[in-house]
């Protein structure tokens, strides 16, 4: 469904607003916010309505709910002063006043029910292999594209090759690296599409399996993208291997996981990662995966919630997700980063709560002309319809195409 109104259309399915004919880059809460006023214009929307709506009842302050008003006010066009689209109610709550008017989405209307941006509904044709790891694993790992940059990006807690195209946190991503080059990916074992209930997890064996899924494409000089507990990986594949890599690209990396970074209190987060984990995995509706979903994803919409559950669900196991994420907590990789000769960038959000941008910070500093950009989000990493996203792709394009 399409919202015609002033010079803006609001495209509920393909979570996009545009104005005056251009696109207007709006964070998912804010697009939320505006969407249920546009639907619900013929009453007054309270607060409690919205927190619900919005915040999936989560508590929030009263100046974070008037600075995502004015937010979808400025998206709009419309003024504090004049409201003439968003009407304030003293005591009352809000109401959507502009003329509207309602399209069908067409054909090519992608579906509904993802994140900002949601991806199209049929994912685009891959071409999925099975290789063996060096301990006889077998590892699922999938190419696509085409062109003359292989870019390789390594495993990330958690992946599925075929659910990732649907997912509302790597959709997006994907098809732009996608664009102009060959993608290779792969399930980290344990996950996805790859051996489950495997004997060893741990960053060694993370590290033989890159190895062994480049080997097995035939790869010769390629690109790295390593996002969270992949970029530990990549860096070190890259330090190893200096002759196979041409570029490093890290996201919301840490050389040291939480175990060996030398604080107690560092340990004590991750005994409650652990906990929220063991109580609530894949269960959107338990009050953990709420409390651990608001530490990866504070500024993400409602529905990624659902996402976020359903990615878990597909992806591992309750347990291997344990035996996963104990052994990112002991992955120390800093003493390798020295060795680093591949032109590198590292992108980071300023509020990450998961990974600190110190981690950030410290690993550029270790990688001889490593380049250091701070991205402003409160995300694990930029989602689709935050204002840094734009920003964010024009880093990473411009980066792997000098």
């Known amino acids: 469904m399409r919202f015609h109104f002033g010079d803006c259309v609001l495209d509920a399915d393909r979570r996009e607003l545009r104005r005056a004919g251009g696109s207007v880059a709006v964070e998912p809460q804010v697009f939320d916010l505006l969407l249920h006023l546009v639907r619900n214009r013929e009453h007054v929307v309270s607060k409690d309505e919205l927190l619900d709506a919005v915040w999936n009842g989560r508590i929030v302050s009263e100046s974070t709910l008037s600075s995502r008003i004015n937010a979808a006010r400025r998206a709009v066009g419309d003024g504090g002063a004049e409201q003439g689209l968003i009407r304030t109610l003293a005591r009352r709550g809000f109401r959507f006043v502009g003329s509207v008017r309602e399209e069908e989405g067409g054909p090519g209307t992608a579906a509904a029910g993802g994140a900002a941006g949601a991806a199209a509904p049929t994912p685009p044709p891959q071409e999925v292999v099975f290789c063996r790891a060096a301990d006889g694993v077998t590892l699922a790992a999938a190419s696509i594209g085409e062109g003359p940059v292989t870019l390789v990006k390594t495993a990330n807690w958690l992946t599925h090759l075929e659910h990732d195209w649907r997912s509302p946190f790597w959709s997006h991503l994907l098809r732009r690296l996608a664009h102009g080059r060959r993608l290779v990916r792969y399930d980290a074992r344990g996950s996805g599409l790859s051996d489950r209930r495997v004997a060893d997890i741990s960053f060694g064996a993370y590290l033989r399996d890159l190895e062994s899924v480049v080997?097995?494409?035939?790869?010769?000089?390629?690109?790295?993208?390593?996002?969270?507990?992949?970029?530990?990986?990549?860096?070190?594949?890259?330090?190893?291997?200096?002759?196979?890599?041409?570029?490093?690209?890290?996201?919301?990396?840490?050389?040291?996981?939480?175990?060996?970074?030398?604080?107690?209190?560092?340990?004590?987060?991750?005994?409650?990662?652990?906990?929220?984990?063991?109580?609530?995995?894949?269960?959107?509706?338990?009050?953990?995966?709420?409390?651990?979903?608001?530490?990866?994803?504070?500024?993400?919409?409602?529905?990624?919630?659902?996402?976020?559950?359903?990615?878990?669900?597909?992806?591992?196991?309750?347990?291997?997700?344990?035996?996963?994420?104990?052994?990112?907590?002991?992955?120390?990789?800093?003493?390798?980063?020295?060795?680093?000769?591949?032109?590198?960038?590292?992108?980071?959000?300023?509020?990450?709560?998961?990974?600190?941008?110190?981690?950030?910070?410290?690993?550029?500093?270790?990688?001889?002309?490593?380049?250091?950009?701070?991205?402003?989000?409160?995300?694990?990493?930029?989602?689709?319809?935050?204002?840094?996203?734009?920003?964010?792709?024009?880093?990473?394009?411009?980066?792997?195409?000098?």
């Open 215 to 402: 080997d097995s494409f035939g790869l010769g000089r390629f690109a790295l993208f390593g996002p969270s507990q992949g970029a530990a990986v990549a860096a070190a594949y890259a330090a190893l291997h200096p002759d196979r890599v041409s570029r490093l690209v890290l996201l919301g990396a840490y050389a040291q996981g939480r175990n060996r970074r030398g604080s107690e209190e560092e340990r004590d987060v991750a005994r409650a990662f652990a906990a929220l984990i063991r109580r609530g995995w894949g269960d959107e509706r338990s009050a953990f995966m709420r409390a651990y979903y608001s530490l990866y994803f504070p500024g993400a919409a409602p529905e990624q919630l659902r996402g976020w559950a359903e990615m878990q669900r597909l992806s591992a196991s309750p347990e291997d997700a344990m035996r996963i994420r104990l052994a990112c907590d002991d992955i120390d990789v800093l003493d390798l980063l020295p060795r680093v000769r591949a032109p590198t960038l590292v992108l980071h959000c300023r509020g990450d709560n998961v990974v600190p941008l110190d981690q950030g910070r410290r690993i550029a500093a270790a990688i001889p002309g490593a380049r250091l950009v701070v991205l402003e989000s409160d995300n694990h990493v930029v989602l689709p319809g935050e204002p840094e996203w734009p920003r964010f792709l024009a880093e990473v394009e411009g980066f792997l195409a000098a």
